[in-house]
């Protein structure tokens, strides 16, 4: 991988983090269509520096509620912090359980599987349609919220499921605010790849050799400035109601992925 994929890559993955089209599926499209033969581990790992980017970009943008999570967790009062952030906490279990029992299998389903990618892409489709048509209210996210949306998360470790896509409509299905449900979706994967960032380093499993380090940081500042720009972009999108037309391109692009994957 050279400089320039890695930072067409590094963009691809800052956009379509925040934007609900499924970053990991768009990376996995992008790295077949430009040649790219690495292993899967290889792969998954280049994949996950640039989500560190995002998440960094993403305190960025949520600085003042990030403090206001780690202040709620030290202060121990039942008070609006602290509840936020046990449920940002439940929140995660369920991608924390997927994640350590079956991250080899995970693996597998990352380094070219162009037509897997295409036909999640069709359900992230799918789930943005049926989002954009429910109503609007003013209801915050409960500790059992929290957990069904953490599950959906879970499920969007799969490429081509879009993790921002499917958190954000399972919340607005469930009936909460719009602008919550975003915030919320943004603010409860920061922790993840964090602590996915620092397995893998004290796993070893990150092991860069002296070629990959100029691409791979080329890539992780495109994703990071990226990111920094399509984070309130997508705050403002999914208030004005707009998810319809991310599904209307998600289901574009996945029966491409599959049409590709057929015929090439």
Sequence with gaps: MDILEAIILGIIQGLTEFLPVSSSGHLELAKAILGDN?????????????????ALSTLVIFRKEVFEI??????????????F????????????????????????FFGGKVLFVGVMLLITALLLLLADKAKNTDKNVS???ALIVGVSQAIAMLPGISRS?????????????RTKSARFSFLMVVPLIFGKIGKDILSGDINFQSTQIIPISAGFIAAF???????????ALVKKSKLSYFSIYCAIVGLIAIGYSLFF
């Design 225 to 235: 400035i990226a990111g920094l720009l399509a984070c309130n972009w997508m705050i």
């Design 143 to 145: 500790f059992k919220n």
């Design 70 to 83: 780690f202040k709620g967790l030290f202060q121990f009062k039942w008070n609006e912090e602290f509840q």
């Design 38 to 54: 690495s292993v899967p581990e290889e792969s998954l790992t280049f994949t996950v520096v640039l989500h560190f980017a995002t």
């Design 85 to 108: 952030s046990l449920k940002i906490i439940i929140s995660m279990i369920p991608a924390v359980i997927i994640g350590l029992l079956f991250e080899k299998q995970l693996e597998a």
């Design 165 to 177: 896509g499917a958190t954000i409509s399972t919340s607005v299905l469930l009936g909460i605010d």
